[in-house]
């Protein structure tokens, strides 16, 4: 079956722009995670979704970033007025349930500049 | 907060040799996974270590979990060239959304 799919995988974009990432997780699985991976780094958490609604948005280092996933299946990372320091690899990943192998898209690498 | 060590960060060896990778933490974790992940692509898990003392085998990789369940290490032997890529560990440490904790990430070349 299909995995994780994310979009775009490449996104460029200026400084103070606003930009939305879109992740497709697996059919059926419940859980949604997005974590953020920058340069020599391991990925970040920066919010977990079970079902429609954001259970944990703790990672989320500003209120720049906003996170929807309103039908319980696709969800958007939004991100507002982006500055340079966001530029980072944006990686999403399902489960069946929270407590249940996390499965990661390719992830979407956003540029700033 | 929670933090995953890894060593070394950076490892680049001869088809054939044998490597130990590290992960460490102050912290106790529910469960320790580990990862690997090519470039452009997104982390594969390629086990989960759940007891303190558990050790588990895939094939030429060896996993092994702390007593404590504070620390793990990642044994490949007879390393090919298709075993380079990004090897992060990440701690789950309980409760009730599973987040994980990733280390930053062993970075392994095998040359042929």
Same mark, same amino acid.
């Given at each position: 079956?299909? #995995?994780v799919s994310q979009t775009p995988s490449n996104k460029?974009t200026?400084?103070?722009?606003?930009v939305e990432l879109r992740c497709? /997780?697996?059919?059926?699985?419940?859980?949604l995670y997005w974590y953020r991976q920058s340069l #020599?780094q391991?990925p970040e958490f920066l919010i977990?979704?079970? #079902?429609?609604?954001?259970?944990?948005?703790?990672g989320l280092p500003?209120?720049?970033f906003f996170a929807?996933? /309103?039908?319980?299946?696709?969800s958007t990372l939004k991100i507002?007025?982006t500055?340079?320091?966001d530029s980072a690899v944006y990686l999403c990943a &399902? &489960?069946?349930?929270? &407590?249940?192998?996390?499965?990661f898209g390719p992830g979407t690498r956003l540029l700033v500049? | 907060?929670?933090?995953?060590?890894? %060593?070394?960060?950076?490892? %680049?060896?001869?088809?054939?040799?044998?490597?130990?990778?590290?992960?460490?933490? %102050?912290?106790?974790?529910?469960?320790?996974?580990?990862?690997?992940?090519?470039?452009?692509?997104g982390?594969?898990?390629?086990? +989960?270590?759940?007891?303190?003392?558990?050790?588990?085998?895939?094939?030429?990789? +060896?996993?092994?979990?702390? *007593?404590?369940?504070? *620390? %793990?290490?990642?044994?490949?032997?007879?390393?090919?060239?298709? *075993?380079?890529?990004?090897?992060?560990?990440?701690? *789950?440490?309980?409760?009730?959304?599973?987040?994980?904790?990733?280390?930053?990430?062993?970075?392994?070349?095998?040359?042929?």
């Amino acid at each position: 079956g299909a #995995g994780v799919s994310q979009t775009p995988s490449n996104k460029v974009t200026e400084k103070g722009k606003y930009v939305e990432l879109r992740c497709d /997780p697996i059919s059926g699985h419940t859980a949604l995670y997005w974590y953020r991976q920058s340069l #020599g780094q391991g990925p970040e958490f920066l919010i977990y979704f079970q #079902g429609t609604g954001a259970a944990d948005d703790s990672g989320l280092p500003n209120d720049r970033f906003f996170a929807v996933r /309103p039908e319980g299946s696709v969800s958007t990372l939004k991100i507002q007025r982006t500055e340079r320091g966001d530029s980072a690899v944006y990686l999403c990943a &399902s &489960s069946a349930g929270h &407590s249940e192998t996390q499965y990661f898209g390719p992830g979407t690498r956003l540029l700033v500049l | 907060t929670q933090l995953l060590e890894q %060593s070394p960060q950076f490892l %680049s060896i001869q088809e054939g040799e044998n490597l130990t990778v590290y992960c460490n933490s %102050s912290s106790v974790f529910s469960s320790l996974q580990w990862y690997r992940q090519e470039p452009g692509e997104g982390p594969v898990l390629l086990v +989960t270590v759940v007891t303190g003392g558990e050790v588990k085998k895939l094939k030429r990789l +060896t996993f092994q979990f702390g *007593d404590a369940r504070k *620390d %793990s290490s990642l044994h490949i032997t007879a390393a090919q060239p298709g *075993d380079t890529g990004l090897y992060l560990c990440a701690g *789950d440490g309980g409760g009730s959304n599973y987040k994980l904790t990733f280390g930053k990430g062993t970075l392994l070349t095998v040359n042929p």
